[in-house]
């Protein structure tokens, strides 16, 4: 992978996903006037962020892969939602069904929109290769 973009390299796509989490809940956190906003947003993310890496080693080792493309990348967020709501449970933080649904939507976004346009990035840059060698 030496001459992969930059989104294809495992370490920076792993700390691409982990910053869109930690920019999820400070988002909240601050749509919600809550205080503390560092130490407040990592409190609301570490559930997610288990989810984030548990996501990442299940791709790795079930598919033999990293999960720098959108396919896998939905075992990332469906793990990072599913644990990091279970973890919340456990804790004592909310669950409620809003909660659930706008984290859910808002890190699909987040964690496969990137891959998206990355591939998108990608098929684009293939097409204009192509064209310009024919």
């Known amino acids: 992978m030496n001459g992969a973009p930059w989104w294809r390299r495992p370490g920076v796509a792993f700390l691409v996903d982990v910053v869109l989490v ?6 909240g956190r601050a749509s919600h006037d809550e205080s503390n906003a560092l130490v ?22 079930t598919r033999r892969m990293w999960p ?6 939905v075992t990332v967020w469906f793990a990072t939602v599913l644990v990091g709501m279970v973890l919340r449970r456990a804790v004592g933080s909310g669950t ?5 649904v706008v984290a859910s939507v808002v890190l699909a976004v987040f964690l496969l929109g990137w891959r998206a ?9 293939r097409t204009r290769t192509s064209a310009s060698a024919s």
């Open 68 to 73: 720098v493309d959108v396919a896998p990348g």
């Open 22 to 27: 930690v920019v999820f809940a400070a988002v």
């Open 40 to 61: 407040g947003a990592l409190s609301t993310a570490w559930p997610f962020l288990v989810g984030t890496a548990l996501g990442w080693i299940v791709v790795r080792f």
């Open 117 to 125: 346009l990355g591939a998108y990035a990608a098929h684009r840059t």
């Open 96 to 100: 409620a069904v809003s909660f659930v």
